[in-house]
């Protein structure tokens, strides 16, 4: 009778415990080759809107392939601008992006930041702002960017390992990620 008493106040224990827990949720990054969704609109009779998508989609593509795949970065800002869709977190942040490889850092934070306030949820965007931090010798704000992804996406997302490894290497090494 006794270990029957034990095995429920046990049981009973963990049940209260998973019954107190707090609710975790977890955001998967979206990769970034894959444009965004479309704005909400606030007039349900557009025309067409389907064909606006798909163009959007062909040019983000396009924007999408001159980083990743030629590294044209200047080409891929001005095809990304010309979207007028660069107040989504995908968009400003590959903006972002092309500056730093570009070079230019301050215009690249200014772009990174608009991205986390367009959406403080973009996991790309704080793990290639978290780069830029590494970059310019702010580790503890890269700790704080690393911090922040594992809040989202836990520590075995592609963007958190990334910006880990930057962040295990020696600081002044210059290497640009």
């Not at 955001?27 to 479309?38: E, F, I, K, L, M």
């Not at 704080?126 to 992804?149: F, K, P, S, T």
């Not at 997302?157 to 295990?168: I, Q, T």
């Amino acid at each position: 009778m006794n270990r029957l008493a034990i095995r429920l106040l046990t049981l009973a224990m963990l049940s209260l415990t998973l019954a107190a827990a707090p609710v975790v949720s977890v955001v998967y990054a979206a990769p970034d080759n894959d444009p965004p969704p479309p704005p909400k609109k606030k007039k349900s009779s557009e025309a067409r809107p389907g064909i606006e998508q798909t163009a959007f989609a062909n040019g983000y593509r396009a924007a999408y392939a001159a980083i990743y795949d030629r590294h044209d970065y200047t080409s891929a800002i001005t095809q990304l601008k010309a979207l007028g869709r660069d107040d989504q977190a995908a968009v400003a942040n590959l903006i972002g992006y092309s500056y730093r490889k570009l070079g230019d850092y301050k215009v690249s934070q200014i772009w990174y930041e608009r991205a986390l306030k367009a959406d403080p949820s973009h996991v790309k965007t704080w793990q290639y702002y978290g780069l830029w931090q590494v970059e310019q010798g702010n580790r503890d704000q890269a700790q704080y960017h690393l911090n922040r992804i594992a809040q989202l996406t836990g520590t075995t997302s592609e963007e958190y390992r990334s910006l880990a490894a930057a962040l295990e290497k020696p600081p002044g090494t210059g290497l640009v990620y």
